[in-house]
Structure formats: C-alpha cells, structure tokens
T-cell receptor, first 116, second 119 residues
C-alpha cells in the first residue's frame, strides 16, 4: 500500500513548455485533488475530482487541466508553463465524503516545479 | 467566501517552552470541519487533527492540545514542552461543504506558521 504517489519529485521547465504531473493512489479513494503551495500563501486548491469522469475547478485553476479516467489516477497538465506556475504541487485523496467518517485527506510527497 | 488566518508568520521558542499557534476562520456554513497539518522540513504534510464544528470539546493528544471556540471562530493549537522535532510549518485549514452538506476535502488553508524550536 503506497498511499498517494506523485511523480516527478522535481522538474525544471522553460516558459511555454508543457508537462504532466502524475498522481496515483492505491487506496480506492473517490476524491482526489491538486493543491499548489507558495510562500506566505498556504496551499490553494487547483482542481478536484469526486470520482472517475468528474472534475471541477478549485480556487486557482487557470493554466491547468485535469482529467479522471480511472479511480486511481489524477494527472495535472500544464499546457504552456509560465514562471508564475513555479511552486510546490501536492496531490491529495480521501475515501469518502469527510463528513461521514473521521476521514482526512492523504497527501502525496509533493512535486517541486520551477519554470524559467 | 471562506477564509483562514494564521496571524503568526514565524514563532521562535526554546526547547521545553509551551507555544500556541493561533488560527481564526471565517465561514457562512453552520457545519464545517477544521484541520491542523504539520509540514516538517522534509516537506510532506502530516495530518494532526480534524474537528467538527458541532463538537466544541477541546482535545489533548500527548503534548498537543487544541482549543476550539466557535464564539470567536478560533481553533488554536498548543504544544506543551516543545521539542526540536516540533520545528515545522503548521497549517490550519477549513473544509468547504457541498450543497448536500458533505465535505469532499476542499480545504481552505491558512498561510502557515513557521515554528522553530531551539535546543
């Protein structure tokens, strides 16, 4: 049981390049999400998904795309990287609506992205 | 819109001192969930506690305790007899509920408080 796995751990891009941050969980979690962490701003929600085939925007969705074709995977795509997307990205998942149990978010170990 | 404020950007203490990290939140929901996460220097996010808005009982877990006061919209975190290993960034977070009253983990995070415990 690996939990939430993010790859890569580090990435450097040039402005305008595209790439995909991978996120996979092996806990059969319905809910998955992506956050970015910037100094002094905490973590901000980019996109989230409540199940396969269902995605929605969070607080800062511009410049990012997501899809959820399987329960396990929730990749985050940067279509044309910009320096403003330099950040640490965290993927998170949970099994069911948090209200119904004492459930919590499980976070991946993060991806540090630099856009030059 | 929901908002979480951690007014203390950085706190520095000497080992064995007690330290309280403040968290103030804003929400229109009558039912919500509050969390604390720890981020050590290694970078991962470690879950510490979740509190339901309808349960104002304070909680203690070893050296950690949490004081939830709905009347002042605060959810403060106290570390008793701090240790060097407590050095980390601590985040307070508030969950958003869907129209059906469930929380899918859409968290609003505070800015974080950097705690440094010196030996």
């Amino acid at each position: 049981n690996a939990g939430v796995t993010q790859t890569p751990k580090f990435q450097v891009l040039k402005t305008g390049q595209s790439m995909t941050l991978q996120c996979a969980q092996d806990m059969n979690h319905e809910y998955m999400s992506w956050y970015r962490q910037d100094p002094g701003m905490g973590l901000r929600l980019i996109h989230y998904s409540v199940g396969a085939g269902i995605t929605d925007q969070g607080e800062v969705p511009n410049g990012y795309n997501v899809s959820r074709s399987t329960t396990e995977d929730f990749p985050l795509r940067l279509l044309s990287a910009a320096p403003s997307q330099t950040s640490v990205y965290f993927c998170a998942s949970s099994y069911r609506p948090i209200r119904q149990t004492n459930e919590k978010l499980f976070f991946g170990s993060g991806t540090q992205l630099s856009v030059l | 819109a929901q908002k979480v404020t951690q007014a203390q950007t950085e706190i520095s203490v000497v080992e064995k001192e007690d330290v309280t990290l403040d968290c103030v939140y804003e929400t229109r929901d009558t039912t919500y969930y509050l969390f604390w996460y720890k981020q050590p220097p290694s970078g991962e996010l470690v879950f510490l506690i979740r509190r339901n808005s309808f349960d104002e009982q304070n909680e203690i877990s070893g050296r950690y305790s949490w004081n939830f006061q709905k009347s002042t919209s605060s959810f403060n975190f106290t570390i008793t007899a701090s240790q060097v290993v407590d050095s980390a960034v601590y985040f307070c977070a508030l969950s958003e509920l869907s129209a059906g009253g469930t929380s899918y983990g859409k968290l609003t995070f505070g800015q974080g408080t950097i705690l440094t415990v010196h030996p």
